[in-house]
């Protein structure tokens, strides 16, 4: 099976045209239709947390041993 993508836009009627498609007339295609994930705005920062203060409190202590019974 071949896949090919095409991103685009619903015209305003409703309707899709795709062209250009890499078929021949009388080849069988199964057409799947998927939403774009949302953009990301331009302006908008990816990384949030980029230079905010990180405190960890003894990060490598175990956490709830007594929780475990196969340790005991």
Known sequence: ?????????????????LDNLPFVRGDAVEIIILES????????????????????DDPTEPVALEDWECLK
């Open 37 to 56: 994930p949302r953009r990301r705005h331009p302006d908008s920062n990816p990384y949030p947390l980029e230079g905010k203060v990180c405190r960890y």
């Open 1 to 17: 099976m071949n896949a090919h993508r095409i991103e685009t836009t619903f015209a305003e009627n409703g309707k899709i045209t």
